[in-house]
């Protein structure tokens, strides 16, 4: 199998269905898809789209997602159906995305962080916000969350969803508010 990712300009965000509805037809400067090409490890640039074998899939994803936020693109990933757009970032720069079906992304929108929490499942077992050397929040499926900072790792679960994805976007904006808010169990 292959997987198929696109690259484009876009003047604001857009929804994971605008992007399912565009992204075959766009298009992007010739000289913007060589350097595209250049910078991937692997797979194929025809314009705009990303296409590579399914092992590839990790390394080449990550690497145009990289490339999307170097030079103010959104990034469409067909197969996830997820949209990497330049905005709404969190308060933290260097955030990173990470994924258990291999999503990593380095300072992902708000909406693509609240798209990723509806994947979580079998095929994807967690999400982590990692902020490297000073916290992270991570999420499992069922909903176990994860928090770390300063040494100590908190842990709660709940079966609400709407309340992880508070949490998590309220750790996103830098907002501690949902440590009150739940019971947790402290680690380390």
């Not at 159906?81 to 995305?97: F, M």
Request: charged residues 30%; negative net charge.
């Amino acid at each position: 199998m292959t997987f198929e990712l696109a690259l484009w300009y876009e003047p604001e965000p857009i929804s994971k269905e605008e992007a399912r509805d565009r992204y075959r037809k766009v298009r992007i400067p010739e000289d913007v898809s060589r350097s595209l090409a250049a910078a991937l490890p692997g797979g194929t640039v025809d314009g705009a789209l990303v296409s590579g074998p399914d092992e590839a899939v990790d390394e080449v994803g990550n690497a145009a997602f990289e490339f999307a936020r170097e030079h103010g693109l959104v990034c469409y990933d067909a197969r996830r159906h997820l949209i990497h757009n330049r905005e709404p970032l969190g308060a933290y720069r260097e955030v990173q995305l990470h994924t258990g079906d291999g999503v990593n992304a380095l300072d992902p929108d708000l909406n693509l962080v609240n798209d990723v929490l509806e994947t979580l499942s079998a095929e994807n077992p967690f999400m982590a916000l990692v902020v490297y050397g000073h916290h992270f929040i991570q999420v499992s499926p069922g909903y176990e969350v994860d928090f770390k900072e300063e040494g100590v790792i908190r842990s709660t679960s709940t079966t609400d969803k709407e309340q992880v994805r508070r949490m998590v976007l309220l750790y996103l904006v830098g907002d501690r508010s949902f440590l009150d808010a739940h019971e947790w169990t402290v680690r380390g």
